[in-house]
């Protein structure tokens, strides 16, 4: 059920509208926070319900390392790009 405002305690991203349940540190309450923008901190994927940092906004991609072990430790981090900004025509 997709209840949960940005700010509102959460326990998985399903119940965040934005689908981010957001926790700061490992000790820190959850809370439902928005997307990643370009240029921001970003997770690339998690087996758990919740992430460090929030996944990119639609039409962005997380760019950055990724490997199984950081899946299982939640340290899969990149930053959100335009994957379109590299292929703009010059003005």
């Known amino acids: ?3 949960q405002k940005n700010g509102e305690l959460c326990a998985i991203s399903m119940q965040c509208k934005s ?3 957001h926790r ?3 000790t820190s309450l959850a809370r439902c926070a928005p997307l990643s923008a370009e240029n921001q901190k970003c997770s690339k994927l998690s087996f ?3 992430y460090y940092y929030c996944k990119c906004e639609s039409g ?3 760019e950055g390392d990724w490997s199984i072990g950081g899946s299982v430790t939640n340290t899969n981090f990149g930053i959100c790009t335009d994957p379109n900004a590299n292929n703009a ?3």
């Open 48 to 50: 758990y319900a919740t």
């Open 60 to 62: 962005l991609k997380c």
């Open 1 to 3: 059920m997709i209840t």
């Open 24 to 26: 700061p540190t490992g």
């Open 89 to 91: 025509a010059p003005s």
């Open 19 to 21: 689908s981010c349940c």
